[in-house]
């Protein structure tokens, strides 16, 4: 049986203002798929998603529909990354999980989607997925490159985890209110609660390199590794 | 403009082994509509979900699965309503929030649903769907008749309360760890952020009395009040 | 060529209450998949639709809305098999004919569905298919043992056929009136009308035993072969 | 309420080689929906149907196949109904019942269709879309005038009912053998059965003349009345 | 009858970086559907488009696929305005000229959509659809102000046209060759052969200002007048 | 990587009364596909889409209705097709540029479709879909044998081209005033703008006689090559 990883790809790293890194993420995709290693790509919706949330936040448009309005973008990064890997992927992006199983259990082709529904964010589509598909680890090439004791913006002196237990993580949460369309952090509490109950590891590797993919792959132990505990 | 009103009842109330109870609500949902309230309702999956997710828990199949199985249940629950309700209700059982507000923006009919999502219970679809359609409250017809200080099937002296902040009910649950397919208790996480960001209210009421819908909407104080502070 | 097999399974055997013979059709479909027989199978609706139903009479629902319940009811049967037989089927249920051949033609999975269309039973749905894909033989893993002369559970002397033709089946039941939703005998027109223009055998067997598939795979002649003259 | 009128119109009628009596049922179907009665309208295959299946018999397609051709041929027929009827009627052709109720409970347009599934002929379409809207009469414009004691093409004694009961008619019935896709004679099995278990009656004229619709509506005992006894 | 109007939007005025313009087009379509006017939006991809196609056409992906993500985009800023606009539209963008009719039949909400196909531009959108719905002039809100003798970016004595034939036009443009995805300019062949067919009228106007539309709508002859001669 | 050939089949060749040539196609279809070399064909209307199309054009319904009925006779003539090639072909009909490019990537058999879009002759779709897969030939099975510099149904002296420029046809082009639905000539405008833009080869030859496909195939150079330039 084949290995199967599932990938979380910030959607800043997808979005057309980072053209340089996407390219690298298409050439280490393809890498990946013909080492036979299956994978699904879960992508988020990055600055294309905050640009439209912000003009109809700016109206009072509910959350729910602040969502749509990421899902939607997040899609978009998916069809660009879909389009630039013609013959690796499966061309149809789904749009909820049972479509993803009907496509997974199907090809052997990288399937490529971005966000399900309001109030999930991509990263527990990932959870979700991996689940799902019965895989035990999720590689999030995110935004930052761990998961740090305090913000790492502010403080010069914050910590990053090399490994840190779900319960410990969820404590170090508990302090911020970040449950905002469009302004999900790193994790959170949908993702966790998804982790636990199917003892899924996360690793969050800084994803602006995407050879760190790769590394995750091969064994290097970067980034933040997040236990089911 | 009409008065939007979402109610969520317990799959429990809705399953054939209380037949009694569901014709009390088809009674009750045509006086509502009748009255000219907007009705938005969410069906749970009751004995039918518990049953089929108890045969594929014996095979160790993932969460994921199970809440597929108890979201189809939910919509046949969800389907029996609708057939009992014709020219009351829109045939159509929405699958996601997207097809809910297709539907809801379109007609003037009852729209009835059940689950969404693995991942998502019930409940938090009821919250997800007030959000998108602007309701400012939520009526649930739970199998309990309010949220309690300690668990009222154990403790003689538990204490029911007629008001509670989230932000209380948060550390009241805090203790307890059923984030468990066809298990959500009264209240979930995911609801408790929906409710949060929306500022919806929801008022617990005993579900197996249907007229206790009618009584919240004549404006008596019964159950438990959720406040989102 | 692989040899297509259809079967129909009752769903009397697939409903949560049945748990233990749920498991032996698990393992017998995975042990003929894996021989390379190719598996079209039928489910009904069982107690679950029953149930259903029952409650919808009471209010006198027409019998297409009954229908639909007991549609939706055996498409939550094939949901149960398909969780329970992940790799070995194509996860989507096929919803009419022509999603049926859609997918038959694309996959070497098993493909599994429930009804189709109300005043069409399950038996029906299974000889459209056998017909739809050329296949010359149903096993129709029935709620009783096989065809009899007249009623066993009333005439202890009934006597059961070990082939009967359909012209001589059709006589026998120009007596009984048991086209009632949920309540489709063995045997309806339709499926008769079918089997005659495609000329399909129906070989019914006991179903509570799912071994007895193998049997009838492996050509012990049990039960009642019914011959298309 | 409004009333319902259930009309099957034979595709003969239908078919661009009979664009004067299309015409005719253009001008007649607007004057009806005018006068306020709501009008489901299921129309046949006729000779588009038959040129196709024609085809694909001289290479043994399946019944199946056959009928798929002949539903999509029906599709086309009522294409061009909705072309010429716009603003009259839903622009959409349902393709199962589902999708039909979907659309009736929805709109006060005449709803419009052709054939569901293979094994079904539209005029059983017809029978089941009355049992599932309530209505308690179909209409068929047939190809004949009514039905007959024999063959009124071969016998010229043959003579027509005013009247008939379905277990009449199902003795007549019971010689013919034309269970055959596009061959379908003015009443099938399944047809039968609908009629029924849903109490319906149907009143056959000849529908080459689009007036005998409205005589019907008038009350004019024209054609032959089949009574569900 | 209400008057059909079918109005098309440069993407440009609807992309996030133009959100002064977004409000003043939510404003001006809540005015003109409170005046009774019945109104097709259609909006074209703007500066999201021509990103997301700017990154793939670097990797030498085809037209067709760029327009695949051109379409997407202008989807994505109709949903904007779906989200801006709720209780004024209708909720569903149609992907096609089938489901948009559709739709526009069933309500007498605004219908807003992007692009459908590939190889067509955002205004033969417009123009299939005013021939689909009998609308004999789209208001086009350009991205300039009309059109002229040559470019007036480049030639400082250009002179704009008040109105002008589809003959003369083509003339015009048949020196450009501007037939690249998000690249089409004011008019195109396809879009010039249906406004020819079915004898539409399309004024251009600068769509910066959207008081432009109404002024249009109030018979101001602003822009340039494209007669279908 | 196997050979891609795009096939475009006008409409008469499949429609009903030439069943002869019909039966031409089928082998040639399944000895090509055994080759080994990837088949995607698109048929036209043909007499049936001319038949009805006929019908409505007396009522004066638009030229995008006409379409409509134009492109539901293709995909009748593309059903035919399937019904006649199963185990060659992929069961399903892709109604749109996407659904094409998600079948065409997830499967080695052969994909039929018809029309698209109002607006598009079915030699514009072929057009696009080559664009989309990549392939640099189409294959015209047309009602001519080829390109010539007049009508030679009108002039006896008219000359067939055995290469022809984009450019050259063009000019002979303008002259006609053919865009009317069902009426598209052998290449219309937006076929050539795509032609062009992914300079794409096109052999037009002579269609009634089902070889020429494969005298193409082995190089023979039968019929008009036009050339992008």
């Given amino acids: 049986m084949k290995n199967n990883v599932v990938l979380k790809i910030s959607g800043k790293w997808l979005s057309p203002e980072n053209s340089k890194v996407v390219t690298g993420y ?8 013909d ?31 602040l969502d749509l309005l990421g899902i939607e973008s997040s899609r978009l990064n998916a ?3 879909v389009s630039l890997l013609q013959g690796y992927v499966h061309p149809k992006i789904p749009q ?3 479509e993803f199983i009907d496509i997974w259990y ?25 689940e799902a598909i019965g895989s035990k680890l999720i590689i999030n090439a995110a935004r930052v490159d761990g ?42 509490p949908l993702t966790i609660n998804i982790l636990k109950r199917a003892k899924i590891r996360m690793r969050i590797v800084y994803g602006g390199d995407p050879l760190n993919v790769l590394r995750v792959l091969e ?10 505990e």
């Fill in 96 to 98: 909820n999980i049972k």
């Fill in 147 to 188: 998961v740090y004791d305090k913000d790492p913006t502010k403080y010069s002196d914050a910590k990053k985890f090399n490994k840190i237990t779900l319960s410990k993580l969820e404590k170090i949460l508990s302090t911020s209110s970040s449950f905002k369309a469009g302004g999900y952090e790193v994790i959170d």
């Fill in 106 to 130: 199907t090809t052997d082709l990288i399937v490529i989607c971005g966000g399900f529904q309001p109030g999930q964010s991509t990263t527990s589509v990932a959870a979700l997925i991996a």
């Fill in 219 to 228: 064994g290097k132990e970067i980034g933040t590794l997040i236990i089911p």
């Fill in 26 to 33: 298409v050439e280490i995709l393809k890498k990946i798929k």
């Fill in 79 to 81: 069809l660009l990354l």
């Fill in 35 to 65: 080492k036979g290693v299956r994978l699904a790509v879960i992508v988020g919706g990055g600055s294309t998603a905050r640009n439209y949330i912000d003009v109809a936040r700016a109206f009072n448009v509910s959350e729910s529909w």
